[in-house]
């Protein structure tokens, strides 16, 4: 069975600096996709960015950013210039291609940024 | 936009109860899921529905069961509820090969 893992609990950063959230799967497929969602107080699961393994490229939204080493099973996210509005729980997540669409989720980071 | 409507964002009932949790979706996904989510465990799935009437089970479906009648509507039944069962409650929904959608969940406390 697939599993992710989130080792750090909680992480905190000043704001305007760059903070770096841990993510490692473990999976015996070749073709997976790989999401980080945030929750902030409101509960909403929002979509931060999604990886595709077949890409070698590290996908990227406005600050977010992410380091995929697919030969390491490793999935990090960088947030660069962190605000307030980022303040929430990190989830990372990962599904197989094809087949049943579940996602498996790690155990989630709270991110706190100190002003 | 997507939007999937959980009808309760709070609920408490009491050990014994039967406990419904309905789920909407507006956009015609195939794909619906129920997801528990407890500190520290992250979010677990608990059944899932790829199609009206069609049901699977996920990681911990003891306790619960899940009804889909119509394609839009997907319900978590905890037919005897215990403490145990106290926790947030996450709905969400998908098309084939597109990213989950995500209710804003229902926290249940169970008495």
């Given amino acids: 069975a697939q599993t992710v893992t989130q080792s750090q609990p909680e992480m905190s950063v000043q704001e305007a600096e760059t903070v770096t959230l841990s993510c490692t799967y473990d999976t015996s497929e070749s073709d997976y996709y790989l999401f980080w969602y945030k929750q902030p107080p409101s509960r909403q699961m929002i979509l931060v960015i999604r990886q595709e393994a077949y890409k070698q490229q590290n996908a990227t939204e406005n600050r977010f950013s992410v380091n995929f ?6 999935f ?10 980022d303040a929430a729980m990190y989830f ?7 087949g049943a669409q579940k996602l498996v989720f790690g155990q989630g980071t709270r991110l706190t940024i100190n002003p | 936009d997507v939007k999937v409507t959980q009808s309760s964002r709070y609920l408490v009932k009491r050990t014994g109860e039967k406990v419904f949790l309905e789920c909407v979706q507006d956009m015609d996904h195939e794909n619906m899921f129920w997801y528990r989510q407890d500190p520290g465990l992250g979010l677990r799935l608990i059944y899932f529905s790829y199609d009206v009437k069609m049901k699977e089970k996920g990681d911990i479906p003891e306790g619960y069961s ?15 509820a215990s403490t145990n069962q106290t926790s947030m409650y996450l709905c969400a929904s998908s098309a084939m090969g597109s990213p989950l959608h995500f209710g804003n969940g229902t926290r249940l406390t169970v008495t």
């Fill in chain 1, 76 to 85: 990090s996210l960088k947030i660069s210039d962190s605000q307030l509005g």
């Fill in chain 1, 69 to 74: 080493q697919k030969a390491a099973k490793s």
């Fill in chain 1, 92 to 98: 990372c997540a990962y599904r197989r291609s094809g």
């Fill in chain 2, 66 to 80: 899940v009804s889909r009648e119509k394609k839009e509507r997907f319900s978590l039944i905890l037919e005897s």
